[in-house]
């Protein structure tokens, strides 16, 4: 897989003309939903660059990432002729980046894509990395290909209009990054002040989370192995996402890793010894931003069920990725039914549910 460049900004409009002029095309595409083309397009078309760009605009929310919304993105690129030359610059959260990157990287077999990440979650994890797709038969994720981005650029300008729990979402997965990276950046997220965000040093602390994930995926792009470590809090995490959406009640993917990662840390202290005042002091962060995931013992089959059904797992063994320190990465780890249980009592009992 060819290696990407993630450009934090300085300017939008500059790295962007940088960005569109390395990519030689014949007709430039722009990807927005309905909040980004409303929020965000008309900045984006002061952008010289872009005065020629063909707008395509689909609905807001994971309830769109699907098959009819990419039928209607190849739909509006096949009338407008795009061809294999083309480009499509992609303006969003991780719905408009994955679904955007599937649409370029599967169209006349593919064309190039320029990501612009509009969300914390995108900017830090969705839109690095070259995981595109889309849900399908009511599963996250579930048919995509690895495709990177040509570029992936990062203002972290957007971020000043994003709402509290969109903040937070994004913000767990920076946490899972210090966690899987080294104590010092781990130690600089949980004394960040989120009260009152000063974002100039938020823009740090996003360029260090982004570097994280780009060291892992330049070793290991297709996820055989150590690209695992960006697993950690997710064979629960998306547990808890699955059960939420089952019961009418969902939450956003961030919150639910940041209760994976309770549960994960926990196991982690059981099966690799991680350190207990660690995992305190990152549960404490996380039960004073993220609340909880309410959920009774009669609800334990069901989570156990769903994390069987977990793409990650290999011959219907759960996997996990655990830690035995603050970046040392246990890679493949089970845990019996038993242990698992355990885990889930561990939580209630922590989270005070
Ligand atoms: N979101 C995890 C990964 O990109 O591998």
Redesign the pocket.
């Known amino acids: 897989m060819s290696k990407q460049e993630v450009i934090l900004c300085e300017s939008l409009e500059v790295s962007l003309g940088r960005a569109i002029e390395k990519c030689p095309h014949d007709r430039l595409f722009i990807l927005t939903d309905e909040q980004t083309h409303r929020l965000c397009m008309p900045q984006m078309r002061e952008v010289s660059f872009l005065k020629d760009a063909i707008e395509i605009t689909i609905g807001a929310g994971d309830v769109h990432k699907t098959l009819e919304t990419l039928a209607s993105v190849w739909q509006i690129l096949s009338d407008k002729g795009a061809s294999r030359h083309s480009l499509l610059v992609n303006l969003g959260g991780g719905m408009v980046t994955d679904l955007g990157g599937f649409a370029a990287a599967t169209f006349k077999r593919g064309f190039a894509y320029i990501n612009v990440p509009t969300t914390l979650l995108a900017m830090v994890?969705?839109s690095?990395?070259?995981?595109t797709g889309i849900n399908f038969n009511g599963l996250k994720n579930e048919v995509g290909v690895f495709a990177p981005a040509d570029s992936v650029l990062i203002e972290t300008e957007f971020l000043r209009s994003l709402d509290a729990q969109n903040f937070f979402s994004g913000y767990a997965?920076m946490l899972k990054h210090g966690l899987i990276s080294n104590e010092a950046h781990w130690a600089e997220l949980l004394n960040f002040n989120t009260d009152l965000i000063d974002y100039k040093y938020l823009k740090k602390l996003v360029g260090e989370s982004v570097q994280v994930?780009e060291n892992?995926?330049e070793q290991d792009p297709f996820?055989h192995g150590i690209?695992?470590a960006?697993?950690l809090g997710?064979t629960v995490g998306h547990a808890f996402e699955s059960l939420a959406l089952a019961e009418n009640r969902p939450v956003l993917h961030g919150y639910a890793v940041a209760w994976g990662i309770v549960c994960e840390l926990y196991l982690s202290h059981l099966k690799t010894g991680f350190p207990k005042e660690k995992m305190r002091q990152t549960i404490q962060f996380i039960k004073e931003n993220y609340g909880s995931f309410t959920f009774d013992c009669k609800q334990y089959e069901q989570l156990y069920a769903l994390m069987l059904h977990d793409k990650k797992n290999t011959a219907g063994v759960i996997n996990f990725t655990l830690l035995k320190e603050i970046g040392d990465i246990s890679i493949n780890q089970t845990a019996d039914k038993d242990q698992i249980f355990g885990m889930f009592d561990f939580y209630r009992e922590c989270m005070g549910i």
């Open positions: 994890d969705a690095v990395g070259g995981k997965e994930k892992i995926v996820e690209r695992k960006l697993n997710h």
